[in-house]
């Protein structure tokens, strides 16, 4: 099996033996001297590899591995967007399931860990695909692993099927627009329930003449809403999501889970452990997936950084029949976390922070009297950091599931169940 040679400097060839696989699914060799790290590689397998210190680059697969598999993408090789295609996937499923066992063991914390949940549904709903001019050229398309160089292609088959083929095209597009000052461009797309919400980065303000020349293309494309860096250029139709019951207009650029399946997993897992609470606090709420389907059932107070997500949120619940009250607060929760006095009005807590987590706010939580925390998370090792905080607050972390949204790839979402025994007061 041979594997092509993308943007590395030719070393001297060595044939290793992987002994295990890392938590970003690279496979682990062990030199004379150190250990070396092969990516799309599995254990037990023989390969050989062109060294960079102590990273390689796969040269060819000598003796596979009975869980390897044909790739289905024909980018794998170079592409630096999935890690994990080689993989069978009851490997693959077990493997996951073991980084979080191992992240949950290195904090100390013992707590029943369910099945992993397949959430990739008909694929990513959104992809930032990368505009490059490094030489005469315009490059699109992904980046190769550790590296700037762009690996083009002409699809990509993990998306929903909207995006697969159009994605690239309308990349392509409005790369070959905006080619003039040759500056690098990150094109994020998304598909929504009224077609494709285009948001770029890189090309800095622009004239009036320029906007209106995007405007054009916008139509062209037949693109719902196009921004440059979050500024809405033009909106055609509103770039519409479900969440639950209601329809939301995230503002352009904004977090959204990578999947539609994704979120509705992760949607269900959060109302249904909070399915008792008359309060919720839903903290990093973003746009509102979980706060408004929270409301079908429970007064809802929600509250995230960016004013923009709040505001569609606010719109959504007021154009929502049949929901209870859902409030909204704009603010940094790093730096002006919920206090305790303002916690113990809830009778449940839900957290989705960035990858960074919320150590700041789970603080603030521990030492609170809010009976039932919802800790939702994209990074293993950050969970893990704060529910030990939590539970050395008083929590018991009742179970704990992942979710596989990002699939093919090493990222795996976390749904924590923490309860704390609240002594009732005294009458």
Request: proline share 7%; hydrophobic share 40%; with cysteine.
């Amino acid at each position: 099996m041979e594997i092509a040679n993308f943007c590395w400097e030719p070393v001297l060839a060595e044939q290793v033996i992987i002994r295990r696989l890392g938590a970003k699914a690279d496979g682990i060799a062990e030199s004379a001297s150190d250990s070396v790290f092969v990516p799309k590689v599995l254990p037990g397998e023989t390969v050989t590899v062109e060294r960079d210190g102590s990273h390689a680059r796969l040269v060819s697969v000598d003796v596979p591995s009975p869980e390897r598999e044909t790739p289905f993408c024909p980018y794998f090789d170079a592409c630096g967007g999935c890690a994990t295609q080689h993989m069978r996937h009851g490997f693959y499923q077990n493997w996951k399931q073991e980084i979080l066992a191992h992240t949950l063991n290195q904090a100390r914390i013992e707590t029943p860990i369910a099945p992993l949940i397949d959430a990739h549904g008909e694929g990513r709903r959104r992809v930032t695909l990368h505009v490059r001019f490094p030489d005469r050229a315009m490059h699109v398309g992904y980046m190769a692993p550790r590296s700037h160089q762009i690996i083009e292609i002409a699809f990509c088959p993990i998306t929903e099927p909207g995006l697969k083929d159009e994605a690239p095209k309308i990349a392509r597009a409005i790369g070959e627009h905006l080619k003039g000052p040759r500056k690098p461009l990150d094109i994020q797309i998304t598909q929504t329930q009224t077609g494709f919400d285009v948001d770029v980065r890189g090309h800095g303000p622009m004239k009036d003449a320029e906007r209106l020349s995007l405007i054009d293309l916008a139509g062209r494309l037949d693109l719902s809403r196009l921004s440059i860096h979050g500024d809405v250029v033009v909106e055609r139709r509103p770039p519409a999501i479900l969440m639950g019951r209601a329809s939301v207009v995230p503002p352009a650029g904004s977090f959204l889970q990578a999947t539609r399946l994704g979120e509705e997993v992760l949607a269900g897992l959060v109302t249904e452990a909070c399915a008792k609470a008359k309060r919720v606090a839903d903290l990093f709420a973003g746009s509102g997936p979980f706060s408004l389907r929270l409301a079908q059932k429970a007064e809802v107070h929600a509250v995230e950084f960016d004013k923009g997500s709040m505001a569609a949120l606010d719109k959504a619940f007021r154009a929502t029949p049949g929901l209870r009250r859902i409030s909204t607060e704009a603010r940094d929760l790093f730096r002006r976390p919920l206090l305790t006095p303002e916690l113990n009005a809830f009778d449940a807590v839900v957290l989705d922070p960035p990858r960074a987590g919320a150590e700041a706010q789970v603080k603030q939580i521990a030492v609170s009297k809010v009976p039932l925390v919802v800790s939702v998370s994209c990074d293993p090792a950050t969970f893990a950091r704060d529910a030990a905080i939590l539970m050395a607050g008083g929590y018991r972390l009742e179970r704990v599931t992942p979710v596989d949204q990002f699939k093919h790839s090493p990222h795996l979402e976390v749904v924590g169940i923490l309860r704390k025994e609240v002594a009732k007061k005294r009458r």
